[in-house]
């Protein structure tokens, strides 16, 4: 060895003393579609079938608090940039206000300028065009992944078609096998002294429900209906081949330790809330689906909405079963994988916090009074957004403040605030607005400021309202947009 090489050997490990890794880890993030704390058998769900989530659950470090939108592109936004999703001009999970602004430097970029080879495997869903408003290209090949098979939204559940750089391929087999095995041959295709980053994002469990017979056969007589049984045997084949990657790293002989985090996109769901059984209040209806005790499911602002399970697993690091309690976000994701890969965030706008002090059993360092604002979004057309305003929510690292709606309407015509404890109430069943009348108010103090900025963020939307083409349920340019997704 040289003697510029003993230096650089002994310098990186004096810069990596204390925090307990000594190279670049790989880091492969799965993220799953309408899934979340009722459909892992280890939180008491006595009929699902999880065994390795299960195993998984008892090595990772668990973020028991952790947030994220109630839909599905709003939290991939979150996800690549940091920011809460209406300051990165995602507001809808259609009528091209699902299009990630294409101004700024996001996840998988960072990634690249840490040295990573990078790759993201099944649904974007942050680019319903080809290109942004001001010109840039939208697609995951184009914006930081080495490789991309994907589509814009939902993996057809069989005998699907991918789109790999550019190129669609046609592949059999059913959609969760296709992508982990995707997944496996992508990793083993790259060179071991370079480290790897993987965003692998099925779209099960999310309906429309379909699963290969071996996994309905394990509902057969569990006296679900025949939807709830399809939406867990989704859960069981995800499950499976998440056994099967686990396995095969262990097998694996890589001096390169991997990072294995196990997240969902937002409360659980059989194509909404009512399909799990939740009624418009949140409340779980006869014969609804078991959801952990949380109140509320996808597109609802209550804890089983938004606070899914994040579970990292880091071999010698964070493998030992914890919980974490420490009031987190999506938009924390950004941060806390440049800060383990040594890369400085530059986007002055980022919201998000690196929850690595978590990570490594330090005081974390996200603030003790942070606070969150979940908002559902999703109003019919941009002009409309006014009357959508409060189909939100704060979280507070004890508190939930919403504004609970009186009838179906998602629009504001009558909502009343609502406080919960959810630390001490977890189903949200005492409101205790008339006992903290204080905090209530100093929350909503906050809302509108953060409205008026949210909105500025909100760039799809304004550019509808400038050019005068507003795209909603029954405009033409949805019309002509469902028909091109149909072929995709
Ligand atoms: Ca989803």
Known sequence: MTIKKIVLVVFTMILNQGVGWSEKPNIIFVLTDDMSWGEIGRTGNEI????????????????????????????????????????????????????????????????????????????????????????????????????????????????????????????????????????????????EEQPHFLYLATSIPHGPVAAPEKYLAIYEDSGLTEKQAGYYAMVSNVDTNMGRLMKWLEKRDNKRKTILIFMTDNGHAISGYQGAGHNFRGFLEKDGLYNAGLRGAKNQQWQGGTCVPFFLYWPGVADKGLDNYTLGSGMDILPTFCDIIGVKPDDPDLQGHSLLNDILDKPSGVPQDRVLINHAGRWNYPTEMESFKYNASIITNRFRLVWERENKSNKDAKRSLALYNYRTDLGEESNIVNQHLELVEKLQAMYEPWWKAAKKGMVNDLHQMKKGKLIGPSSSQNKRYKKASKKN
């Open 48 to 191: 699902i079938q999880t065994p390795h989530l299960d195993r998984l659950y008892d090595q990772s470090l668990r973020f028991r608090n952790f947030h994220v939108s109630s839909y599905c592109a709003p939290t991939r936004a979150q996800l690549m940039s940091g920011r809460h999703e209406f300051f990165a001009g995602v507001t809808d999970t259609r009528y091209e206000r699902d299009n990630l602004r294409d101004d700024i430097k996001i996840l998988p970029q960072y990634f690249k300028d840490a040295g990573y080879r990078t790759a993201m495997i099944g649904k974007w869903h942050l680019a319903s065009v080809e290109k942004g408003l001001t010109g840039n290209p939208l697609a995951p090949y184009r914006r930081g992944f080495d490789m991309a098979l994907y589509v814009r939204n939902q993996v057809n559940r069989f005998n699907p078609y991918l789109n790999r750089n550019g190129i669609n391929e046609k592949f059999e087999g059913y959609c969760g096998d296709i992508l982990f095995d995707e997944a496996i041959k992508w990793i083993e295709s790259g060179d």
